[in-house]
């Protein structure tokens, strides 16, 4: 493989050319650079998706689980206007998109009861709420909220865990699709999205986090979670914003 610069004529950050050899010539694959923590992220459109966390309503809306817990559904809220931009924005260049949903079988088979106890709550998952059992596959609250809302192709990754990876089938359809970079955006910052960062890290991934496009019910812990990806070197990977990508994309 030859690897061959030319200078980005927006004049918006580096673009590479990478020729593979096919056997039967030479494609050109343009290399797209995103200002980044620590350091520029580099990702090819053929080789990257963007991975959406757990954009549900359960979470999101005011009549869900996390509201009930007491939580200021607000602070993942102000995530939806960004992702909404980026999500258009990937979609008209004809990039892969994925979705993921944490949620368990109805019979509540893939709940660990550990999981269910923790917190002391007075309702839990497998509950009743005003928009169905709690976080149970085919329930209204379990759902992706509408802005959002997956399109055909766009593959969904029912996960019963907080990492993406854990008990699904994330890393073959990955694998299959050809994608080794992951431009990751959803909720919350230091739970789901910094768990299946993680993962993704170990089975050699690259993650670009976008900070404008993660939230936390809690804005330390959105502020730490981020920190952890991207401190020494980019020990789990890289942060950045959506602004950044839709200019590296030509936006």
């Given amino acids: 493989m030859l690897r061959t610069k030319r200078p980005d004529e927006s004049g918006r950050g580096r673009h590479e050319c990478l020729r593979h050899g096919d056997g039967g010539g030479y ?98 998952i497998g509950d009743l709420g005003p928009m169905g059992r709690i976080l149970v596959r085919g329930e209204a609250g379990h759902d992706i909220i509408p802005e959002l809302y997956p399109q055909a192709g766009e593959a969904v990754i029912d996960k019963p ?35 299946t960062v993680r993962e993704a890290n170990d089975r050699g991934y690259d993650c670009l986090v976008l900070e404008d496009c993660c939230g936390s019910y809690l804005p330390d812990m959105h502020e730490a979670g981020l920190k952890m990806i991207k401190e020494q070197g ?7 914003d959506s602004a950044s990508v839709l200019t590296a994309l030509g936006y």
């Fill in 161 to 195: 865990g907080k990492g993406a990876f854990y008990a699904t089938d994330l890393h073959t359809i990955l694998q299959n699709r050809g994608i080794r970079q992951l431009i990751v955006t959803g909720v919350t910052t230091e739970v789901c999205v910094n768990t």
């Fill in 27 to 124: 494609r050109v694959t343009k290399i797209i650079s995103v200002e980044a923590e620590p350091y520029s992220f580099e990702f090819s459109a053929a080789t990257c998706a963007l991975l959406i966390i757990d954009m549900q309503r359960d979470f999101l809306e005011a009549g869900g689980y996390g509201a009930m817990l007491g939580n200021d559904v607000s602070q993942l809220r102000r995530t939806i206007e960004p992702n909404q931009r980026l999500l258009a924005a990937w979609r008209a260049k004809g990039l892969q998109v994925l979705h993921t949903r944490e949620g368990h079988r109805p019979d509540l088979s893939c709940l660990p009861l550990t999981k269910k106890v923790r917190g002391r709550s007075a309702i839990s």
């Fill in 234 to 240: 980019g020990i789990f990977g890289w942060v950045s």
